[in-house]
Each structure stands twice: as structure tokens, then as C-alpha cells.
């Protein structure tokens, strides 16, 4: 257990300055569970994390999402789709405040469920059938 989380110290090490296993960067404050959602940017990962709000006038509740970039360190192989821990940590840069400090092994959806396609590649084939005989499901 490292940084006084709840995580494990990845086995390979880097030499990124902003990494909180290898480099200087201190975790502070709470930490959030979410999904990969784009790793377009160099050493920089998009969060997303869905969560539900009550709407007191229809008495329902509505879901939303929670998008937040977060630096990648070189230790870690991260991928769209992985679930992650990021904790928050001081500005790294003009929209950075939080570092992936590890994935999770875990079953719940944490968000970024429209990332992946279907679950069950026979879902997609009972879908083409319905539309090639002409059903308007």
C-alpha cells in the first residue's frame, strides 16, 4: 500500500516528475472512482464518473455526468474503458488537479457505459434481424 490509499504501487517505475509513486507530486483530499473516457492527450487522461440527482419536482431522480482530466503517469497502462482511482492533488496545469493513482478490479458501472459497444456480440445480430424484416421496434 502506497500514499496512504487504499493501492498498490505498480511493479514497473518511470521517471515522470508528476508521478506520486516516482516523482514529487503529493495526493491530497478525496479520491474518485470513474471510467477512462479519451486518452487523446500526452500523459493525460479524461475521467468520467455518472451519478444520480434527485429532481425534487418530479420526484425522480436523473442521471449525470462528471468529466476530469487527470495526468496518466508513465508507470501506468491505462486504456478507454479502464476503471480508475484519481486522486486530487495542487494544479499540475491549467485544468489538471488530480493523478490516476491506480485501476480497480470491478463489476459496477462507474460510468462511460456508451464507451463499449454491447455486451453480447448476439445482441447486435438480433438487432439486424429486426431491422432487415422490417420491424420498427
Not at 492527450?41 to 468520467?48: D, L, Q, S
Not at 457505459?113 to 453480447?120: C, I, Q, V
Amino acid at each position: 500500500m502506497a500514499l496512504g490509499l487504499n493501492v498498490d504501487e505498480p511493479e514497473t517505475t518511470c521517471d515522470d516528475p508528476n508521478c506520486p509513486f516516482h516523482g514529487t507530486v503529493s495526493v491530497r483530499g478525496g479520491t474518485v472512482d470513474g471510467m477512462v473516457a479519451s486518452t487523446e492527450m500526452h500523459r493525460t487522461v479524461i475521467v468520467e464518473r455518472e451519478y444520480d440527482v434527485t429532481v425534487p419536482k418530479y420526484d425522480r431522480k436523473m442521471k449525470r455526468r462528471s468529466r476530469t482530466p487527470a495526468h496518466a503517469p508513465d508507470c501506468l497502462d491505462l486504456s478507454v474503458g479502464d476503471a480508475v482511482r484519481i486522486a486530487e492533488t495542487r494544479p499540475l496545469s491549467k485544468t489538471k488537479a488530480h493523478v490516476v493513482v491506480g485501476t480497480l478490479d470491478t463489476t459496477r458501472d462507474l460510468g462511460a457505459s456508451s464507451l463499449s459497444g454491447p455486451s453480447d456480440p448476439d445482441s447486435e445480430v438480433a438487432l439486424d434481424e429486426i431491422e432487415s424484416a422490417g420491424g420498427d421496434a
